[in-house]
């Protein structure tokens, strides 16, 4: 398995302000990824964290509002820009080690 | 891309008692299908995945089943306890990592 840990664990922040949510794993890995799970939905995967190059984003998500970091592999922060209300999410970021992909605990994050 | 469909949304269930959650896939290039429990306020924990030569993996009280040709694949857990309680999702993917999830069914074991 991995361990992986993410700050913060929860904010409540303002609209129209940004937010950084760093994601740590304790070991080096390949692939790291960020999800969104809005209120009582399921995950969507935002980007993948590409050490030493731009992250891949997925349909409907942009650089713009979701700027990604992977400064080395064991480490990765995703800011989220600009907010509104409905940014607000549980934001997890995911590894692979193996075959198998691994979550961190989430940051639950609302926009007032 | 790839649309994972889950059913049922919820179940109830009373302990001992056998659960089964289901999902189906589009896209037939689709080859890893991992099944993650999420307790409240927590990340999904991979509890078991199975890969597309396999058509069956069992891990103690936990199975799940494959079927390529009807794009199909399910959760069965027996012996359900309160701890099973919790949110289930399936998901799929053809590169064994960018992951597509179904949209969780919420199981609940009673004593």
């Known amino acids: 398995s991995a361990v992986i840990s993410q700050k913060p664990s929860r904010d409540i922040c303002q609209r129209g302000t940004s937010l950084t949510i760093q994601c740590q794993v304790d070991?080096?890995?390949?692939?790291m990824f960020w999800y969104r799970q809005q209120p009582g939905q399921s995950l969507t995967l935002i980007a993948t964290?590409?050490?030493?190059?731009?992250?891949?984003?997925e349909s409907g998500f942009v650089i713009d509002k979701f700027p990604i970091s992977r400064p080395n592999l064991t480490f990765s922060t995703l800011t989220v820009s600009n907010m509104s209300p409905e940014d607000s999410s549980i934001y997890l970021c995911?590894?692979?080690?193996?075959?198998?992909?691994?979550f961190g605990p989430g940051t639950r994050l609302t926009v007032t | 891309g790839e649309n994972v469909e889950q059913h049922p949304s919820t179940l109830s269930v009373q302990e001992g008692d056998s659960a089964v959650i289901k999902c189906t896939y589009s896209?037939?290039?689709?080859?890893?299908f991992p099944w993650y429990k999420q307790e409240l306020g927590k990340g999904p924990q991979l509890i078991i995945d199975?890969?597309?030569?396999?058509g069956e993996k069992k891990d103690q009280r936990i199975a799940v089943t494959l079927n390529k040709t009807a794009k199909h694949f399910s959760l069965h857990i027996t012996e359900t306890q309160p701890e099973d309680s919790a949110v289930y999702f399936c998901?799929?993917?053809?590169?064994?990592?960018?992951?597509?999830f179904g949209k969780g069914t919420s199981l609940l074991v009673t004593p």
């Open positions: 964290a590409n050490q030493g190059s731009e992250a891949t984003y």
């Open positions: 998901a799929a993917s053809k590169t064994g990592y960018a992951l597509n």
């Open positions: 995911s590894v692979t080690r193996g075959h198998e992909q691994y």
């Open positions: 070991s080096q890995v390949t692939m």
């Open positions: 199975i890969r597309s030569n396999v």
């Open positions: 896209d037939s290039a689709s080859n890893y």
